[in-house]
């Protein structure tokens, strides 16, 4: 319950790679003792270039992996490589959703190159394995905007309880115009096979997750660093019933100190001081949420909160 906290130690032994590689994974629960670890690599060919390129706002190459481990992380299989139809570096920052079909899925999104070329525009689509994890598509498109000038970045998808309806959320700029943009949510009826148009949550959050929390509800969690009096990490319960992004309540949950914009970062990325705030239900029907904060020279720690979410 959040209490103790045991280390297990690597997920993989990087040496067995070509090349160095900097990963980022997330961990999902697939049942039994079934973990998945799904994710994305950056080539680290020349580990003297960093990830990010400051002055064109894009990446290094990449690829989409997952591991699965059948002891509850005592050992792994993999990685695997993950193939997807985008043309260029991929973003892969969500966990796995396992569907109540038992189909697994999760978002992606593609980055700029590294001389900042989109080379399909901005979107995002999602990946569906029907084997657990032995094979992978990724035919349904979960996000886009006109012109696809409009980032889809750090997705994440959870299923309704009651309707049983996919939701996935996204953080939205239009880079063209340097423009920020409300965090927009898509809805599917169908299973994830095809997406409804985006449609603002009215937040003008980056990096948000959704996790569901009984009936058509969900509690929605958002960094709000730019353009803010006030930053931090809020938490919203919303109603979805309708369609429609109902917000019941809302709460600041979490405060940085003061906020400075990293001079050495792309100016989409100029403020990630802190991000990527997740939240799953405990036995005591209390949520734990985490996220990860720059403390002080890049230096960084891993957060948590509990959470109670009463009836108003």
Same mark, same amino acid.
């Given at each position: 319950?959040? =209490? %103790?906290?045991?280390? &297990?130690?690597?997920?993989?032994? =990087?040496?067995?790679?070509?090349?160095?590689?900097?990963?980022?994974? +997330?961990?999902?629960?697939?049942?039994?003792? %079934?973990?998945?670890?799904?994710?994305?690599?950056?080539?680290?060919?020349?580990?003297?270039?960093?990830?990010?390129?400051? +002055?064109?706002?894009? *990446?290094?190459?990449?690829? *989409?992996?997952?591991?699965?481990?059948?002891?509850?992380?005592?050992?792994?299989?993999?990685?695997?490589?993950?193939?997807?139809?985008?043309?260029?570096?991929?973003?892969?920052?969500?966990?796995?959703?396992? @569907?109540?079909?038992?189909?697994?899925?999760?978002? *992606?999104?593609?980055?700029?190159?590294?001389?900042?070329?989109?080379?399909?525009?901005?979107?995002?689509? @999602?990946?569906?394995?029907?084997?657990?994890?032995? %094979?992978?598509?990724?035919?349904?498109? %979960?996000?886009?905007?006109?012109?696809? =000038?409009?980032?889809?970045?750090?997705?994440?998808?959870?299923?309704?309880?009651?309707?049983?309806? @996919?939701?996935?959320?996204?953080?939205?700029?239009? *880079?063209?115009?340097?423009?920020?943009?409300?965090?927009?949510?898509?809805?599917?009826?169908?299973?994830?096979?095809?997406?409804?148009?985006?449609?603002?949550?009215?937040?003008?959050?980056?990096?948000?997750?959704?996790?569901?929390?009984?009936?058509? +509800?969900?509690?929605?969690?958002?960094?709000?660093?730019?353009?803010?009096?006030?930053?931090?990490?809020?938490?919203?319960?919303?109603?979805?019933?309708?369609? +429609?992004?109902?917000?019941?309540?809302?709460?600041?949950?979490?405060?940085?100190?003061?906020?400075?914009?990293?001079?050495?970062?792309?100016?989409?990325?100029?403020? @990630?001081?802190?991000?990527?705030?997740?939240?799953?239900? &405990?036995?005591?029907?209390?949520? $734990?949420?985490?996220?990860?904060?720059?403390?002080?020279?890049?230096?960084?720690?891993? $957060?948590?909160? =509990?959470?109670?979410?009463?009836?108003?």
């Amino acid at each position: 319950m959040g =209490k %103790t906290w045991q280390h &297990l130690g690597p997920i993989y032994d =990087k040496s067995v790679n070509n090349v160095p590689v900097s990963s980022t994974l +997330k961990i999902s629960h697939a049942g039994n003792s %079934t973990l998945i670890a799904a994710g994305y690599e950056f080539f680290r060919d020349d580990p003297e270039m960093p990830v990010g390129n400051m +002055k064109t706002g894009g *990446v290094l190459d990449d690829c *989409v992996v997952a591991l699965i481990s059948k002891d509850l992380g005592k050992t792994w299989v993999g990685p695997k490589v993950v193939a997807t139809s985008f043309k260029g570096p991929v973003e892969a920052s969500s966990p796995v959703v396992v @569907l109540n079909d038992g189909s697994w899925v999760s978002p *992606v999104a593609n980055f700029p190159d590294w001389s900042g070329k989109v080379e399909d525009g901005f979107y995002g689509r @999602l990946m569906r394995s029907n084997d657990q994890g032995k %094979t992978w598509n990724d035919e349904a498109i %979960t996000m886009e905007f006109p012109g696809r =000038k409009v980032t889809v970045y750090e997705q994440r998808l959870c299923q309704l309880q009651e309707s049983c309806n @996919l939701v996935v959320i996204a953080w939205n700029e239009d *880079v063209e115009e340097d423009k920020l943009l409300c965090n927009h949510y898509a809805l599917s009826y169908y299973n994830g096979r095809t997406f409804c148009e985006p449609m603002s949550t009215g937040i003008m959050g980056q990096a948000s997750s959704i996790t569901p929390i009984g009936g058509d +509800k969900i509690l929605s969690l958002h960094c709000i660093r730019r353009n803010s009096e006030r930053p931090g990490i809020y938490g919203c319960v919303v109603n979805l019933s309708e369609g +429609k992004w109902e917000i019941e309540c809302e709460s600041m949950i979490w405060e940085p100190g003061m906020m400075k914009k990293n001079e050495k970062m792309a100016e989409v990325f100029s403020y @990630l001081r802190f991000g990527q705030p997740s939240a799953i239900q &405990l036995s005591d029907r209390s949520y $734990l949420m985490c996220h990860w904060v720059i403390i002080e020279d890049g230096n960084g720690k891993i $957060l948590w909160t =509990k959470l109670n979410i009463f009836e108003l």
